[in-house]
């Protein structure tokens, strides 16, 4: 059953693309360009997912997730960017909002959608995985005993661990020499070369931490 989309994108190419495609699967989707008319459209249509842009004029995608994030607290989000921007990424996330490269192909960004309108996670998370990780050795607990961050970032970290984990379940992880609990979901698990041990990927919920506080983390350590 389709959903109910708005796009805003004063990219008329990308615009166009997308709009097919989510309408040839059944979404109705309402395409705008500007922040006005798109806060204007939410307040009366009220959306079941906000696809937008950075640049929309004097505003970006950012401002008007915020805008509707007030009177929306559980609406999807998906922000469109360049691909190497950490910084907008991570204030997505923030939003609570997905940053997907613009570059991504349409029939990608569909399956993105439909499983953020189906209330799933998306496993291959496009606003995480190309961020700069930096290399880190924290001892961590997690759900299947002690562990080890191997590098970090703004979205999460790479786990080494002794034993599988649990994947796309909620999960609790201490770092108890920096004093905090992160909440958030393993979202792969892979074998090391050694055979001995596993490499996982934990997404934060940053709901779950000051966020500030947590890039400082990651600012404090040193680059690759």
Known sequence: MGCQVLLVESDLQTSTAITKVLGEAGHAVTALTSFEAATDSALKSRPDLLIAGVRLGRFNGLHLAARLRA???????????????????????????????????????????????????PRDLVSTRRWQRRPASIPVKTPQGMAWAVDVGYGGMRVQTTKPVDLDSPADVDLPTLGINVHGLFRWSKPAADQKSWWSGFELDTDSIDTRRWRRIVDSLPPH
């Open 71 to 121: 009177d929306h607290p559980a609406l999807p989000i998906i922000i469109l960017g360049h691909e190497g921007d950490v910084v907008l990424a991570a204030e997505a996330i923030q939003l609570r909002a997905r940053f997907v490269p613009k570059t991504t192909p349409p029939t990608r960004l569909l399956s993105f959608v439909d499983d953020l309108l189906a209330g799933r996670a």
